[in-house]
């Protein structure tokens, strides 16, 4: 089971980077998927999550209404859209898998993880 996160880099304020996540290995049908980050020092926070039924989401406070997650199943990619990026939003992003199917918050749930892709916002 493989998660590769994509799309990082340097971007300024206000940048629109797209993150991809690509899962090999075995199917996802019915899990669920997620994004958080980290930065040095930090605890892994979340960022979004979203359910193999795309039209469920969940988002955090931090990120909603400037990042949309979406996936597409028969590619096995889920994507990142991230509008009206702030330095605040420097951090690696990491892709997480879910078996369980749930959307969830914390990174405990989440059983399969990518290797994180660096996103450094300039001022």
């Known amino acids: 089971v493989q998660l590769q996160a994509s799309g990082g880099g340097l971007e300024e304020a206000g940048g629109s980077p797209r993150l991809s996540c690509i899962a090999s290995g075995r199917t996802f049908r019915g899990y669920a998927m997620g994004w958080f980050r980290q930065t040095p020092g930090k605890e892994r926070e979340f960022v979004a999550a979203?359910?193999?039924?795309?039209?469920?989401?969940l988002y955090a406070d931090s990120v909603k209404g400037r990042f949309t997650i979406s996936r597409d199943n028969a590619k096995n990619t889920m994507y990142l859209q991230m509008n009206s990026l702030k330095p605040e939003d420097t951090a690696v992003y990491y892709c997480?898998?879910?078996?369980?199917?749930?959307?969830?918050?914390?990174?405990?749930?989440?059983?399969?993880w990518g290797q994180g892709t660096l996103v450094t916002v300039s001022s």
């Open positions: 997480a898998a879910n078996g369980d199917g749930l959307m969830s918050r914390a990174h405990n749930d989440y059983q399969h």
């Open positions: 979203i359910r193999w039924s795309a039209g469920w989401t």
